[in-house]
Each structure stands twice: as structure tokens, then as C-alpha cells.
């Protein structure tokens, strides 16, 4: 399989939705219930770092970043998305997507990336410790998905380039 990795599209939404659909049904990727309107999902990512995955057809997954916070000090860190189409999970499509993803946001002056996982979502820790991701902590009962509280594993990268 040869992936090709490019910029997500507004054309690209409503296939990328389906993929972040896929993600919320497994109760294990984000506590959104439902994926926005293109518009929305725009407004609240950055413009860079905003990758599809393709293998000559169909996106197979798709990775974005999102500012952690609007205060200028923390304008070099973001927060990581990266979804895999549930038919193509196991087949690195997770970890080309995220090393694309390092590269352009230390381009863009990132210094550091942060995921914040659910702790059952063993595939997602693997893949952002395969790319120089550590955990620095846990927050316990962070949020209700369900009625039922749930921890996240935070998870961050700092670049070694950027930042120094």
C-alpha cells in the first residue's frame, strides 16, 4: 500500500466525518457524542496540521490540531486529533499520519503536541509513544461520557527543534 498524505480539504469533511463517527461509536476515542458541521469542526481547529491519508481511493484517516488555550503563552502548543477508518486500523496509517503531523507543526513554530487519551485506547498510546510522545499524567474522573466518569492519559511531545 502506497499512503499519500495531504492537506484535509473542506471537500475531504464529509468522509473525514465518517471516520470521526467511526471513532465516537467506539466509546473509546472522545467524549463528543457526534462529529460537527464542517463549519464548526473549522472554527475550532488550526489551519496547520491538517492531514488525510489516502491509499489512491478513499481517505483512510485523517489528523488536525487543536489550540490548547487563546492565551498568547501557549501559542506553540496544541492538541492532537488522529482517527483511522476502522477497515484500515493495524496498518500504520495512524503513525504516518502523525509523524507528517510532527513535521508540519514544528514548521509552524509548535513546540509541543499533547493527546489526551482514554486509557483503553491502548492503539492511540502506542502510536503517539512510537512518535516521542511520554505520558505525564492521568486525569482521573475528567469528564461524563454516559453517566459514568472517565479518565483520560496525557500524553505530550515536545519538539526538539523548536522551543530550545
Given at each position: ?43 475550532g ?39 483511522v ?52 499524567g ?14 483520560t ?12
Amino acid at each position: 500500500m502506497e499512503l499519500q498524505i495531504a492537506p484535509l480539504r473542506a471537500e475531504d469533511w464529509e468522509e473525514v466525518r465518517a471516520i470521526y463517527r467511526e471513532g465516537i461509536a467506539t466509546g473509546h476515542a472522545t467524549f463528543e457524542t457526534d462529529a460537527p458541521g464542517w463549519e464548526a469542526w473549522d472554527r475550532g481547529h488550526l489551519r496547520v496540521g491538517r492531514l488525510v491519508a489516502r491509499a489512491g481511493g478513499p481517505v483512510l484517516g485523517w489528523a488536525a490540531l487543536s489550540p490548547v488555550s487563546g492565551r498568547c503563552v501557549y501559542a506553540g502548543v496544541a492538541e492532537l486529533s488522529l482517527y483511522v477508518r476502522a477497515a484500515a486500523r493495524g496498518q500504520g496509517i495512524g503513525k504516518a499520519l502523525l509523524r507528517v503531523l510532527i513535521e508540519e507543526s514544528e514548521r509552524a513554530g509548535i513546540w509541543t503536541l499533547q493527546g489526551g487519551v482514554f486509557p483503553e485506547n491502548a492503539a492511540s498510546i502506542a502510536v503517539q509513544k512510537a512518535c516521542g510522545f511520554r505520558e505525564v499524567g492521568r486525569r482521573e474522573r475528567i469528564g461524563r461520557m454516559n453517566g459514568v466518569w472517565r479518565d483520560t492519559v496525557l500524553l505530550e511531545r515536545r519538539s526538539a527543534v523548536v522551543g530550545l
